[in-house]
């Protein structure tokens, strides 16, 4: 059984700091590309960032409204993935999940998500 459990969401200050980790389990961790999407309640989902299968020589890909500020990075021998969010803003208030990849022959999707961490970020 795949499973994705979030932790170290919480309250922060305007620019203050947070570390996100996702802990995999289920499938062969080190094969797949994670990614992190977030959502505001009554809004919809928000892509963050992604990591190829090896991020020592694979890819790293952000959205442009946390490029500079966030990095995204994984532990294949710990199955872990982690989001190091930096200077945050009161706009990246938001359940925070994490997803795996999945490849299709008509394209990528994610087939799998985690539970949310919630970050509040507010003076």
């Known amino acids: 059984e795949v499973q994705l459990v979030e932790s170290g969401g919480g309250l922060v200050q305007p620019g203050g700091s947070l570390r996100l980790s996702c802990a995999a389990s289920g499938f062969t961790f080190s094969s797949y590309a994670m990614s992190w999407v977030r959502q505001v309640p009554g809004k919809g989902l928000e892509w963050v960032s992604a990591v190829s299968r090896n991020a020592g020589s694979g890819s790293i890909y952000y959205a442009d409204s946390v490029k500079g500020r966030f990095t995204i990075s994984r532990d294949n021998a710990k199955n872990t993935l982690y989001l190091q969010l930096n200077g945050l803003k009161t706009q990246d208030t938001a359940m925070y999940y994490c997803?795996?990849?999945?490849?299709?022959?008509?394209?990528?999707?994610?087939?799998?998500w985690g539970q949310g961490t919630q970050v509040t970020v507010s003076s």
């Open positions: 997803v795996k990849e999945a490849k299709a022959a008509w394209g990528t999707y994610f087939d799998y």
